[in-house]
Structures are given as C-alpha cells and as structure tokens.
C-alpha cells in the first residue's frame, strides 16, 4: 500500500514535471493567463488573483480590496486567456518585473504594494489594493520541480537494482557473487544471512 502510494506519487511528480517542461517551452509562443476574484460580498473585502506564464517566466499576483461600495468595481470574473506572444512581449515583461520593486534576485521577483488612490495615498491603481506578486523563471521551476521526481526514479532504480542481486545471490552492497561465501562479502565485508529461495544472499 505505502509502496503503490510511493509509485503513484513518483508518476505523479514525472507527469506535473513534465507538464511544467511543455508549459515553459510553450511560453515563448503563447501568454497563457488563468485568474479568479471572489464575488462581491457587501462590506467585505474582495480577493483573487491570476497565474500567468509568458516568455519563460510565470508570474503569480494576488490582491485584497477593500469593498469601496462602487457599482463600477462590483464586477467579479473567471477567465482564461490565452494570446500569442508578442515580439516585445519579453521586454515589457522584463520592465513590468522590475517596476514592481521588492526582492529581485536571478530573476526571481517577490514584492508587495499598496495602493489608495485616495487623497494622500499611493498611485497607481484605480481602487485601494494590496497587490503581492511572486515571478519566477520557468527554469527554475523546472529544475526545483525536478528534484522529487528524480529522487523518486533514483530510488525505484536502486530498488530494482537490491532486488536483482538478492534474487541471484550477489552482495546487495557490491554485487559480488556470494554463492561460495558464508557470513560477510569477501569483496567489501557486508553482513549477510541466508534465507531460503533468494538464491544465496539475503540481506544484513
Ligand atoms: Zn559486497
């Protein structure tokens, strides 16, 4: 059960990894957008936000409104867009990452802003907000995103690999062939104890 948990979660972590290779090759040809806000609740405040992967990089921004009891901001949508990428498009990008201020490091993008168009207040936006935004190379994703599943495939491959020598009598440490050998591997002086129908060495 663990085992067959283990398998479907290391397929799992394959497949995400690979859908998030297609998606970052992808992004140079297509923006892809996906974003939600919360419906208007009298009073209370309003939340979404929206994932976007264009040009190599995916950007996450989510905001926080106060609800300012305007008919014209009591519009709540659900959308998916998804629009070729223009030639400038990497450079408006680049530009728009680096507008956002915060922490910026190798391309990664982390920061907060506040906005209150009100008397007084920071411009910017329309609406008072608290905007965050976290932007990072598909790169990195990918290579961050691939570790489990590397782990996970090293692993099966090592237990394939002890199952193979205990099933014809090798050192599992070693693989040395240990039908003539009681006790200990003469090659690296592992511990080993005979069971029966595993051909020879069990393990330590
Ligand atoms: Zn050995």
Redesign the pocket.
Same mark, same amino acid.
């Given at each position: 059960m663990c085992r067959w948990f283990g398998n479907f979660a290391g397929v799992l972590a394959v497949v995400g990894w690979i859908a998030l290779v297609v998606l970052g090759i992808r992004s140079y040809w297509v923006h892809d957008s996906w974003g939600y806000e919360r419906p208007v609740v009298p009073g209370e405040k309003r939340w979404g936000g929206n994932v976007s992967s264009a040009t190599g990089t995916v950007e996450a921004e989510w905001w926080l409104r106060p609800d300012t009891g305007e008919a014209a901001d009591r519009e709540s949508h659900f959308a998916h867009s998804a629009n070729w990428v223009k030639p400038d498009l990497a450079e408006a990008r680049r530009d728009y990452a680096r507008s956002l201020g915060g922490f910026q490091l190798c391309g990664v993008v982390l920061a907060r802003r506040e906005f209150d168009p009100r008397p007084g207040g920071a411009v910017g936006s329309s609406m008072p907000q608290v905007v965050r935004n976290v932007i990072v190379p598909h790169w990195m994703l990918a290579l961050g995103g691939g570790i489990w599943p590397g782990v996970w495939w090293m692993g099966v491959r090592q237990r394939r690999l002890r199952e193979y020598r205990k099933a014809h009598g %090798?050192?599992?440490?070693? =693989?040395?062939d %240990?039908r003539a050998s009681e006790e200990r &591997?003469?090659? &690296? =002086?592992?511990h080993f104890a005979r069971t029966k129908g595993d051909g020879g060495a069990g393990t330590a």
């Open positions: %090798l050192c599992v440490a070693c =693989g040395y %240990l &591997c003469p090659e &690296c =002086g592992r």
